[in-house]
């Protein structure tokens, strides 16, 4: 049974920084294009960025770029989303997603996904 769990969400204040992480289970993470999404409160989940199985080519929303930065370790079957000058309009849930890729392949739209955590909170107070 596949499973994806993120962990790090929490309280900060703006301009601090947070590091989110996603234990995989069940599957191979190497074989998988991995990527955060978010849901902002009474919005639309959207995307927040993706990583190629090896981990050599990534993608981020304009949203985030220049102050996230996603990785991998596959060996320890673990995803992390950096999230550095957090800003209130960060307040989101964070689900991170697991698709089958080509190997360097990046996946940004949400249908693309195959398997979904379900989430950790993370509030950024002004």
């Known amino acids: 049974q596949v499973q994806l769990v993120e962990s790090g969400g929490g309280l900060v204040q703006a301009g601090d920084s947070l590091r989110l992480s996603c234990a995989a289970s069940?599957?191979?993470?190497?074989?998988?294009?991995m990527a955060w999404f978010r849901q902002p409160p009474g919005k639309e989940r959207e995307f927040v960025a993706t990583?190629?199985?090896?981990?050599?080519?990534?993608y981020y929303a304009d949203s985030v770029t220049g102050r996230f930065t996603i990785s991998r370790d596959n060996a320890k079957n673990t995803v992390y989303l950096q999230m550095n000058s957090l800003k209130p309009e960060d307040t989101a849930v964070y689900y991170c997603?697991?698709?089958?890729?080509?190997?360097?392949?990046?996946?940004?739209?949400?249908?693309?996904?195959?398997?979904w955590g379900k989430g950790t909170l993370v509030t950024v107070s002004s």
């Open positions: 990583i190629s199985r090896g981990g050599g080519y990534t």
């Open positions: 997603a697991a698709g089958r890729a080509y190997r360097s392949e990046t996946i940004s739209r949400a249908d693309g996904m195959d398997y």
């Open positions: 069940g599957l191979t993470l190497s074989n998988y294009a």
